[in-house]
């Protein structure tokens, strides 16, 4: 998994794109730890926080075969 997660800003629309190699498309994405207000579809981290503070987010990237990477 690939791809850098910026800053985001309580109220402001927010945008990151992730990306996955090495394994089988399609890519099956999940995430734990996200801030209220944003979600995960297909790679892109999208939405609007709603609360402040520091999260620490668990991406996983699950492929065709069933063979999955990580990255926090």
């Known amino acids: 998994i690939a791809g850098t ?35 995960l ?3 892109t981290l999208s939405g609007t926080p709603s609360t402040a503070g520091l999260a ?5 990237a699950t492929d065709a075969t069933g063979a999955a990477g990580h990255a926090s």
């Open 41 to 43: 579809r297909d790679g």
């Open 56 to 60: 620490t987010v668990a991406v996983t």
């Open 5 to 39: 997660l910026p800053n985001a800003q309580v109220g402001v629309g927010y945008v990151a794109t992730l990306t996955a190699s090495g394994g089988k498309a399609p890519y099956v994405w999940s995430a734990q730890g996200l801030p209220a207000g944003l979600g």
